[in-house]
Structure formats: C-alpha cells, structure tokens
C-alpha cells in the first residue's frame, strides 16, 4: 500500500539536503561578503599617531613641541555607567548632549569604538580618572597636541586643525582619515607632508566583547608610526621677540632676511596673536574671537597686505635708468619743485644726492626719461612701449610676482602694465604725465613687505638674491629645496648698485638721522606713503653692514606717519640688536615702545 | 536465524554512520569552546567537551540497554510509554524549573533532565502502535483525528511549556501520515498555506487580494457548466481572503514578540542586524567566511570569538561552516541523507506496519531537526531554538536521539522473528 511513497519521501530529503548545499555554496564560495564581514567582526585596528615633526628655531631653540592629550572612546556594547548625570557632569555635557553622541556611536557600530570626548588634557584626564571607576566602555586613546614655548611667531608656524570633507575628498594620496589632523596655515600646511610623519596601524583581534584576543595574522599587517620630521627655522626667536616687542600697540609688518642666503630671520604680522591660542580644545572659540578682531590679527601682512611703497621704490628706479643709459650717475638735473611737491629742497641733483633727499622731482624726472626712449614717437605712443620695458625690469626685482616663498597665500603685489592704463584712460590715451605717482611709489604700485625685504637683499648683494625662506634645513639630513639655494639674478651692473648703497648710505643722515648706529654702517631709505584713508604709512628700508652685509630689512607701520620715525627707528633697533646682541640706545628703544610717532 | 547475537543482525552502516557523527559533533564542541590557555582542561568536566564525552558514554549504555531489551517490549508498551510521557509532561508544568522563559526542565540534584525530548520516541512508539493495529484504515477520518490527536496532546503541552520549537517537531510526524497513505491534500493544503503567509509578510494585500480575486473569476466564468468546480473555487477563495487577513491577526496576536521579530528578521534580515537579526547575521558571517575548505580546525574567529550565539548547541555547525568550509558542511550533508536514506530502507523492510511506522516516525524527527537546524543557521528559516542531531552539545537531546535511532536498530534486527502476517 503506498509503496512508491518512500520515493517521494527520499526525493523529498534529497531535494532539501541539495538546497541546502547549494545556499552554502553560495555564501560560503561565492560571496566575499561574509568573509570581509567577518574580518570587520573581529579585527580592531588601531591607530598609532606618530609624533608630528618638532620644529627649532635657527640656533636650535625648540619653539614647537607635542603635548599629549586624550580622546575618549566609547564601545557602545559594553557601556556601563553607574550613574550617567555625574558621568555627564564630570564631562561638563548635558544630558541630551550625552544622548546624541551615544546614539551616534550606535548608529555607527555596537562593537568597533566611537569618539565620545576628543582633546582632554593630559591634567583633565588625570582628574577625572579616578571618577571613571565602574565605568565601562569607555578607553583612552593617546595623540597630541601642538605645545609652545613662546608666545610669538604664530604668523609664521601656522596652526594644525580636523580635516575636512574638501580636504578629504582633494586628498589623492588616501592617506588621510576622518578626524585626522593637519596644517592649515604656515609651515604647519607648507611643510604638512615633511611634519606628519607616517602614521602606524596595529591589527588586534577583538572578540564579541570587545576584548583583545591577540594581534591578527600574528602581526605581519602592522606598521610602526614613523615619526615627522623636524624643521629648523631661519627664524632667529631671539630677534623675531625683538621684533614682536617693538611692533606691539602698532599694525604693520618687519621682515628681515639673511641676504647671503635668502634666510628670513625674522617675520611679524602685527598685531599678532599667541600660537597656543589655536591649539587644544578652546581652538573653535578662539578662532571665532580671531576672526572677528577688527585689527585683523590672522592676516599675515607680510605676505598678503599689499601697500604703496613709496620712497623706498626710488632706488629700484635710480637702477634701471643707470642700467637703461638714460642717466648718469653723475648727471646733474635741476629740480626746482614745479612738477610735483617735495620735501627735498630746491637744487641741483645727481643720482646719490637724489636718494639721500629723497627728491620727488628728481625721480619723477628720471621716470620720464626711462618712459619716452624714442623721441621719434609721440608721447601716447612711447608711454606704452617704455611702461611694458619697465614692468619687466620691476620682474627682476621680484616686484609684481610672487617670490616663492614657504608660505601659503603669499600675493603677487601689483606692478602696473600698459594694460591697466589702457583700461583707465583708454588705449593710446594716456602718456607718462598720467604715469607720475609711479615714480615715487604712490599710485597703482603695491608690493607686500616681503618683497620691500628682499629688495633690501638685493641692494645688499649688489644685484642677485636668494628666494626668502623660513626653513632652513628640513629633517636629520638638513635638507634644503633647491629651489631656495637657486641664486637669481637681477641683471644690474654691480657698478650701478654702488651709486645707488652710496645714495642710501647718505640717506640716514639725510632723511632718518635716528637710524644711525655710531658703529654700523646702515644703508636705507626711508619712505611715507601717503595714505588717503588717514594719517600716511610709515616704512623704511634698508642693509647693513655696508660691506658683507648681514641683515636686510624692511619695516612698514601702519598709520605712524614720516618713515624717518618710526619705521627707521625700529630698523635700526633690529639691525642692533642682530647684529652686536644688545641695545645701546635705550632711548630710541623707549620712543619705539611708547608707539607715539604722529605730530 | 542465523546470526547468534543481536551483533550480528544489527544494521551496521547506521551505528557507524551514528558514531561518526557523534565524533564530528565533539569534535566541533571542542572547537566552538576551545581557548588556548585552557586547552589541558578541555576534558574536564567543567567544559562542554568534557562533559559531551559523558553524554557519549553514557549514550552506549543506553544502546547496550536498548539493544538488550527484549524487541516485544516496545510493541507492548508502547502506549505505556506514551501515558508515562504525557504525565511526565504534565508534572514538569506544575514542578519544572524554568530555564530562560520554558518550564520544561526538571531538576533532580545537580541533574537536569528535560521530558519533551523523550516525549519524541515516546510519541513515534504510540503512533507506530496505533497505525500498526491490523483493522486501523488511514483513509477512515477516525483514524485521522485520533494519530492526530496522538501528535497533538504531547505538541500542546509542550507549547504550554513555553518551548515552541520542540513543539513543532511533532509536526513532522506528518511524514509518517503521508507514507501510511494519508491524502496529499492535506500536504498541498499545508504548503499552500504557508507559501501564502509567507507572501503575505513580502508583498503587499492588496497584490494578493487582486490577483487571487482575478484567477478565481477567471476560473468561475470558465467553468459555467461545472457547478462543482465553481462552489470548491468559491472555497479556496475564501480561504485565501481568510488566510490572509489572520497574518496580522497572527503576527500581532499569536506569536510572541520574539518569535515575530524572527520571523520579520528573516524576511528582511538587515531590518535590525545588532538586535533580531543578530542571530542569523552573525551565523551567516560565519559560515560564509569558512570559505571552501574552512580556516581549519580550532582557527575559526567568530564562534571563538562568541559573535555566534549558542555555538556549540543550536548553532554548532556554524563552527563546522567556518572551520571547515563548504566541504565540511557537504560532508555532515551527505553524513545525514545517507543516515535518512538508510532510516527509509530499514523502516521499509520491516515485516510488521508497527516498525514500519516507527521507522518513519525515527525519520521524520531526525529529519526535521537536521532541517530546520540548518535552515535556521543559514538564513532560509526563522531562529527555532532547536538542536542539530548528534552535533549539537547536550545529555538529553543526544540520549533521546540516541533512543529514538536504536529502538528501530533493535526492532530491525530482530524483523526476521517477526511472524510474517
């Protein structure tokens, strides 16, 4: 009865036993997933941050350093806490503070570690540790911090921040992770690939718990953090203080720069702010504070204010028309004052009594002449010709054009071109009586305070500099770009150059009787731009010694008046004090400080 | 006869294919719990392994016992058995001890025994004894409801327990029914309820109300001049409209919220994988990760990590899966369809309708088991807590399977004293 039934049966078990193998095949075989699902299960990665580079000033003065602190992890799955209000409070986070982050740590896994606190001081997270007893899923894991030990130099360093979705997604590389720290500004980011080192990764076993089962693979995965490698400034802190000292209570900039080498010896933003400021977990309201200081305290002027450069400009233009042939340096010219208003009075002028007064008639003069080189031409039509030979001589001087320097968002300044006037006036309707401010510095010419720097370099090297830099020598090779070591040429005879140092040698006495020092041969030249916005920019200069000069600077104060005032004065107390170690003018240094130079 | 002793007669392939089985499993119990700093005390019986390696020992006394036991016994009282069993039952409902929500265990000393997994032969032995009665008719609707309410008495207490997984076994005594001549419909009936729950849960009622509602007018206006065919499509349609509108009467009303969540977890697995769906996503991780031929013996993670749950019960052969890979698992496979196969042969050469039956009821059990045990770890059927036979730890359920195989090794070798009617 029913016999065949038994086959039904069997077929039945067979048909299921084959279902089931089948399916295995499928997940065992064909899909990866499980395998990769697996791996995730129960492999914990973690994150060795290596030791961001240290960072010495030029005589070996440690000016940034790591300070350890503490993110807080959480595993949601093994979360303990015998009472979540003092948790709460022991953190200084409200409750429903406690709720979000809680529940984003879920939503992102019950097993693998979330971020619950980030930035707790190493202070902080020994006094709340003994607190933490019976509390469970929480661990800490160690990174750090940028620490200081001085208050200054924030302009050049720079800050290191979270990185974010832009900065991610630009990252080709792959080598940076959500929450990962880098430089934003200053050679914290020029230098970002130099400083961060190689991070570390440790491949642990975890079991359902979380807790270490071993490492996986017996550890053959694992990569040891590599430390960044360390950065030794050309910033003398010693000067840079200096500097800082003197510029406080003004806006401005110094710059001063090795010229031999290209070497920045010092480098201020004023007003400034301290480097730590931005470090650590107060770094989102600092910031905003920063932000919203009128005085601007983040903008770095010496690489992005753009100001008129006055006085000082006269030398670039005293050398292209000794180059040009279009003037001897011996070349007497009457100046009587009618073209344009001077403080220099009345008179014959040559090349270095030009500079030494600082003669607007007598450059508005030469201008000309480097302007109207073909008499045959009308004036309309020789303006555009000499104005295009005369941007490109400014090229040479590092005018107009970024320098290259180290730093991030370093402007070009502006060097007008036929072009602009063009636009102006209309093309073929404007001659060089339209072009006159440029002679002395005022009008469509801006140049950044870097770029006053190294013409000072350039007058101190008779001719060629080296592209301005902050860093000296990167890592334990003492490795230095090329690119800074490159000498670049300005294509002066040397023997204009010579006329030129005498006129500014002479111009101490003449225009900034302050800035001598009895035995340092100082070659300036002080500029006042005037300013229609309020009182005039007070600037100045200038190299020394004479020969085998050491120093090269260029100061502009903001608002401060006539350059032979303060911007002189403060030159003169940095060229000092780079160069014997010590003030000997007490007096100059109290007029500085006191920051009252207006009449 | 010519054999002298029981050894003789006694169907060798399935005590080999028995203790093969049984040596795997331990051999997975050993590695589910494995820890290398306790590996010296893995025997002791402070361990699952150690404590498994009793269970098989006793599990041989039990066999000597069974096989010795003269064959008329279980013929004789097999009701006897059944009554003690339902008692039993009932006793652990008022005195058990409640183990994580079903009171289904007692408690003797440090001794745990847990009735409704003898209840299993116990209730095959009653049903092979009824059906084997010479003037029992499986067509008679008497019949019927009594080898029913035989599958059903010990089923409801059980369920009373709180265990509803042991339960459902006795469902697969339907097997026994189908081989005995019971009518397919009921089988088609089953499936086809089932099949509509199920896409009840998937797609929406509407869709099923729509179509069901289309076909049946299509059939209706099809068969004008068949008035029979018209009134039973009238009667599946109802049925249908019934069916489906009690799923969330079901869903909601019937079922547990645990036993709902696993059956909503199973639907749609990634619904809440670190909470319902926990269970089958961490076996599945498991198995699927053992690859072809498996991370190898004691290399697998997740269940030595304890991601698997109950691993070296309910989900052993998610460490089988990993540490031994597709092969292994085509291995415990074939290890169970040739047993079943070999079950369904003995059981068809028996002389008498009373061992023929128990052999299938012997069958449906293990088979069930095997069945839904590993559907369950793979993803194909809710989470029911129940164990793999012969692989999975634990004294009763390998006493009981033990049992229930050899009382049919028993009966079989002795079929030829049997007097042929």
């Given at each position: 009865?029913?016999?065949?039934r038994?086959?039904i049966?069997?077929?039945?078990?067979?048909l299921?036993?084959a279902?089931f193998?089948?399916?295995?095949?499928f997940?065992q075989?064909?899909?990866?997933?499980?395998?990769?699902?697996a791996?995730?299960n129960?492999?914990h990665?973690?994150?060795?941050?290596?030791?961001r580079?240290l960072?010495?000033d030029?005589n070996?003065?440690?000016?940034?350093?790591?300070e350890p602190i503490?993110?807080?992890?959480v595993?949601?799955?093994e979360v303990?806490?015998?009472d979540?209000l003092?948790?709460?409070?022991l953190?200084?986070?409200?409750?429903?503070?406690?709720d979000?982050?809680?529940?984003?740590?879920k939503?992102?896994?019950?097993?693998?570690?979330?971020q619950?606190a980030?930035?707790?001081?190493?202070e902080?997270?020994?006094s709340i540790s003994d607190q933490?007893?019976g509390?469970?899923g929480?661990?800490?894991?160690?990174r750090t911090i940028?620490?200081?030990?001085?208050?200054?130099?924030?302009?050049?360093?720079?800050?290191?921040g979270?990185i974010n979705q832009?900065?991610l997604?630009a990252d080709?590389t792959?080598?940076y992770?959500?929450?990962?720290?880098?430089?934003?500004?200053?050679?914290?980011?020029?230098?970002e690939n130099?400083?961060?080192?190689?991070?570390?990764?440790?491949?642990?076993?975890?079991?359902?718990?979380?807790?270490?089962?071993?490492?996986?693979?017996?550890?053959e995965?694992d990569?040891l953090s590599i430390?960044?490698?360390?950065?030794?400034?050309?910033i003398d802190?010693?000067?840079?203080r200096y500097a800082?000292?003197?510029?406080?209570?003004?806006t401005g900039s110094?710059v001063a720069?090795?010229?031999s080498t290209?070497?920045?010896?010092?480098?201020?933003?004023?007003p400034?702010?301290?480097?730590?400021?931005?470090?650590?977990?107060e770094f989102?309201?600092?910031y905003?504070?920063?932000t919203?200081?009128s005085?601007?305290?983040?903008?770095?002027?010496?690489l992005?204010?753009?100001?008129?450069?006055?006085s000082?400009f006269k030398?670039v233009?005293?050398?292209?028309?000794?180059e040009e042939?279009?003037?001897t340096a011996?070349e007497q010219?009457y100046?009587?004052n009618?073209?344009?208003?001077?403080h220099?009075p009345?008179?014959?002028y040559?090349?270095?009594k030009?500079i030494?007064y600082?003669?607007?008639n007598?450059?508005?003069k030469?201008?000309?002449?480097?302007?109207n080189?073909h008499?045959e031409l009308?004036?309309?039509?020789q303006?555009?010709?000499?104005l295009?030979?005369?941007?490109?001589q400014?090229?040479k001087?590092g005018?107009?054009?970024?320098l290259?320097?180290?730093?991030?968002?370093?402007?070009a300044?502006?060097?007008?071109?036929?072009q602009l006037?063009?636009?102006i006036?209309?093309?073929?309707r404007?001659k060089?009586?339209?072009l006159?401010s440029?002679?002395?510095?005022q009008g469509?010419?801006?140049?950044n305070?870097i770029?006053?720097?190294?013409?000072?370099?350039?007058?101190?090297?008779?001719?060629?500099?080296y592209r301005?830099?902050v860093?000296k020598?990167?890592?334990s090779?003492k490795y230095?770009?090329?690119?800074?070591?490159e000498?670049i040429e300005?294509?002066?005879?040397?023997?204009h150059?010579?006329?030129?140092i005498?006129?500014m040698?002479?111009?101490?006495?003449?225009?900034a009787?302050?800035?001598?020092i009895k035995?340092?041969?100082?070659?300036?030249k002080?500029g006042?731009?005037?300013?229609?916005?309020?009182e005039?920019?007070?600037t100045?200069?200038?190299?020394?010694?004479?020969e085998?000069p050491?120093?090269?600077i260029s100061?502009?104060?903001e608002?401060?008046?006539w350059?032979?005032r303060?911007?002189a004065?403060i030159?003169?107390l940095?060229?000092?004090?780079?160069?014997?170690?010590e003030?000997?003018?007490?007096?100059?240094e109290?007029?500085v400080l006191?920051?009252?130079?207006l009449? | 006869?010519?054999?002298d002793s029981?050894?003789?007669?006694i169907?060798?392939t399935?005590?080999?294919?028995?203790?093969?089985?049984?040596?795997?499993?331990?051999?997975?119990?050993?590695?589910?719990?494995y820890?290398?700093?306790l590996a010296?005390?893995m025997?002791?019986l402070s361990?699952?392994?150690?404590?498994?390696l009793?269970?098989?020992?006793t599990?041989i006394?039990?066999?000597?016992?069974?096989?010795?036991?003269d064959?008329k016994?279980?013929?004789?009282?097999g009701y006897?058995i059944?009554?003690?069993?339902?008692?039993l039952?009932?006793a652990?409902?008022?005195?058990?001890r409640e183990?994580?929500?079903?009171?289904?265990?007692?408690q003797i000393?440090?001794?745990?025994?847990q009735p409704?997994?003898?209840?299993k032969?116990a209730?095959a032995?009653?049903l092979?004894?009824?059906?084997?009665?010479?003037?029992v008719?499986m067509?008679?609707?008497?019949t019927?409801?009594i080898?029913a309410?035989?599958?059903f008495?010990?089923?409801?207490l059980i369920?009373?327990?709180g265990d509803t997984?042991?339960a459902?076994v006795?469902?697969?005594f339907?097997?026994?029914l189908f081989?005995?001549g019971?009518?397919p419909?009921y089988?088609i009936?089953?499936?086809?309820?089932v099949?509509?729950?199920v896409?009840?849960?998937?797609?929406?009622?509407?869709?099923?109300?729509?179509?069901a509602g289309?076909l049946?007018?299509?059939?209706?206006?099809?068969?004008?001049?068949h008035p029979?065919r018209?009134l039973?499509t009238?009667?599946v349609g109802?049925g249908?409209?019934a069916t489906?509108?009690s799923?969330?009467?079901?869903m909601?009303?019937?079922?547990?919220?645990?036993?709902?969540?696993?059956?909503v977890?199973l639907?749609?697995p990634?619904?809440?994988?670190?909470g319902?769906?926990?269970?089958?996503?961490?076996?599945?991780?498991?198995i699927?990760?053992?690859?072809?031929?498996?991370?190898?013996?004691?290399?697998?993670?997740?269940?030595k990590?304890?991601?698997?749950?109950?691993?070296?019960t309910d989900f052993i052969?998610?460490?089988?899966?990993e540490?031994?890979g597709?092969?292994?698992?085509?291995?415990?496979v074939?290890?169970?369809v040739?047993?079943l196969?070999?079950i369904s042969?003995?059981a068809?050469?028996?002389?008498?309708?009373?061992?023929?039956?128990y052999?299938?009821?012997v069958?449906a059990?293990?088979f069930f088991?095997f069945?839904?045990?590993?559907?369950m770890?793979?993803?194909l059927f809710?989470v029911i807590g129940?164990p793999?036979p012969f692989f999975?730890y634990?004294?009763?359920?390998?006493?009981s399977?033990?049992?229930?195989l050899?009382i049919?090794l028993a009966?079989?070798?002795?079929?030829m004293q049997?007097l042929?009617r």
């Amino acid at each position: 009865m029913h016999d065949d039934r038994k086959y039904i049966v069997r077929i039945f078990i067979v048909l299921i036993a084959a279902t089931f193998l089948v399916k295995l095949f499928f997940i065992q075989i064909l899909d990866e997933n499980y395998k990769a699902a697996a791996e995730n299960n129960i492999i914990h990665k973690v994150v060795e941050y290596p030791y961001r580079g240290l960072i010495y000033d030029r005589n070996n003065q440690l000016i940034v350093h790591n300070e350890p602190i503490f993110d807080l992890m959480v595993i949601p799955k093994e979360v303990f806490i015998p009472d979540t209000l003092a948790f709460c409070k022991l953190f200084r986070i409200t409750r429903e503070d406690f709720d979000a982050t809680m529940n984003k740590a879920k939503r992102y896994s019950y097993i693998q570690p979330s971020q619950f606190a980030k930035q707790i001081s190493s202070e902080w997270f020994a006094s709340i540790s003994d607190q933490m007893t019976g509390v469970k899923g929480f661990y800490p894991e160690a990174r750090t911090i940028r620490g200081y030990s001085f208050d200054n130099l924030s302009n050049v360093l720079g800050y290191i921040g979270e990185i974010n979705q832009r900065q991610l997604r630009a990252d080709t590389t792959n080598y940076y992770r959500q929450g990962d720290y880098l430089g934003i500004t200053g050679i914290e980011s020029s230098y970002e690939n130099e400083l961060r080192g190689k991070r570390g990764v440790e491949y642990k076993m975890v079991n359902v718990r979380g807790v270490d089962q071993g490492s996986f693979k017996d550890g053959e995965l694992d990569t040891l953090s590599i430390p960044g490698d360390d950065l030794l400034l050309s910033i003398d802190l010693d000067l840079q203080r200096y500097a800082e000292k003197l510029m406080e209570g003004k806006t401005g900039s110094v710059v001063a720069i090795e010229p031999s080498t290209g070497e920045i010896l010092a480098f201020v933003s004023a007003p400034t702010y301290k480097p730590s400021l931005l470090s650590g977990r107060e770094f989102s309201s600092n910031y905003g504070k920063l932000t919203q200081d009128s005085l601007k305290p983040l903008f770095n002027r010496p690489l992005m204010a753009m100001y008129p450069p006055g006085s000082i400009f006269k030398v670039v233009q005293g050398l292209i028309a000794l180059e040009e042939g279009v003037v001897t340096a011996n070349e007497q010219i009457y100046c009587d004052n009618s073209l344009i208003g001077d403080h220099a009075p009345p008179g014959y002028y040559d090349m270095r009594k030009g500079i030494m007064y600082s003669s607007n008639n007598y450059f508005l003069k030469v201008f000309r002449r480097i302007i109207n080189q073909h008499p045959e031409l009308s004036q309309f039509e020789q303006a555009p010709i000499g104005l295009k030979n005369w941007k490109e001589q400014m090229h040479k001087f590092g005018l107009g054009t970024p320098l290259g320097v180290d730093l991030p968002n370093e402007k070009a300044g502006q060097v007008p071109g036929p072009q602009l006037y063009n636009r102006i006036y209309g093309t073929g309707r404007w001659k060089v009586s339209n072009l006159s401010s440029l002679s002395i510095g005022q009008g469509e010419t801006l140049l950044n305070p870097i770029q006053m720097a190294n013409l000072a370099a350039i007058m101190a090297n008779r001719g060629h500099y080296y592209r301005p830099h902050v860093v000296k020598s990167v890592g334990s090779t003492k490795y230095l770009d090329p690119y800074y070591s490159e000498k670049i040429e300005t294509g002066i005879k040397p023997e204009h150059f010579q006329v030129v140092i005498e006129g500014m040698q002479r111009a101490l006495s003449g225009t900034a009787g302050r800035a001598i020092i009895k035995d340092i041969e100082i070659c300036g030249k002080t500029g006042t731009v005037q300013n229609p916005h309020g009182e005039d920019h007070s600037t100045f200069m200038a190299f020394a010694p004479m020969e085998q000069p050491k120093i090269a600077i260029s100061v502009y104060v903001e608002n401060a008046g006539w350059g032979g005032r303060a911007a002189a004065s403060i030159s003169s107390l940095m060229i000092e004090s780079y160069i014997k170690g010590e003030i000997t003018r007490q007096w100059l240094e109290d007029f500085v400080l006191k920051g009252d130079f207006l009449y | 006869m010519r054999g002298d002793s029981v050894l003789d007669r006694i169907d060798w392939t399935v005590v080999l294919l028995y203790f093969a089985m049984v040596i795997l499993g331990w051999v997975n119990i050993y590695a589910a719990v494995y820890e290398e700093e306790l590996a010296s005390s893995m025997f002791s019986l402070s361990f699952n392994p150690g404590k498994q390696l009793v269970w098989i020992g006793t599990s041989i006394l039990l066999i000597i016992g069974v096989i010795s036991l003269d064959y008329k016994f279980f013929d004789s009282f097999g009701y006897i058995i059944y009554g003690v069993m339902v008692f039993l039952l009932i006793a652990v409902l008022l005195f058990g001890r409640e183990v994580a929500g079903s009171t289904s265990w007692f408690q003797i000393g440090g001794f745990r025994f847990q009735p409704s997994e003898f209840s299993k032969f116990a209730t095959a032995l009653a049903l092979a004894k009824y059906l084997g009665d010479i003037h029992v008719k499986m067509t008679n609707v008497k019949t019927q409801l009594i080898a029913a309410g035989i599958m059903f008495l010990p089923m409801v207490l059980i369920v009373m327990q709180g265990d509803t997984g042991s339960a459902m076994v006795f469902a697969a005594f339907a097997i026994i029914l189908f081989r005995e001549g019971l009518s397919p419909i009921y089988f088609i009936l089953a499936i086809g309820l089932v099949v509509l729950f199920v896409l009840t849960l998937l797609v929406s009622k509407t869709v099923i109300f729509i179509t069901a509602g289309v076909l049946c007018l299509v059939i209706i206006g099809a068969s004008v001049k068949h008035p029979k065919r018209i009134l039973i499509t009238v009667v599946v349609g109802f049925g249908i409209f019934a069916t489906v509108t009690s799923v969330d009467f079901i869903m909601k009303n019937v079922l547990k919220p645990h036993q709902r969540s696993r059956v909503v977890s199973l639907i749609n697995p990634d619904a809440d994988p670190l909470g319902a769906g926990w269970n089958v996503t961490q076996s599945k991780i498991a198995i699927g990760s053992g690859g072809f031929f498996g991370k190898g013996f004691l290399q697998g993670t997740q269940t030595k990590f304890d991601f698997v749950p109950e691993q070296s019960t309910d989900f052993i052969f998610c460490t089988l899966g990993e540490e031994w890979g597709w092969m292994g698992s085509l291995v415990m496979v074939v290890l169970f369809v040739t047993l079943l196969i070999r079950i369904s042969i003995i059981a068809e050469r028996q002389k008498t309708q009373f061992a023929r039956v128990y052999g299938y009821g012997v069958l449906a059990v293990i088979f069930f088991h095997f069945a839904v045990n590993i559907a369950m770890t793979i993803g194909l059927f809710p989470v029911i807590g129940i164990p793999l036979p012969f692989f999975s730890y634990g004294g009763s359920s390998l006493w009981s399977f033990t049992v229930l195989l050899f009382i049919l090794l028993a009966l079989d070798a002795n079929r030829m004293q049997v007097l042929v009617r």
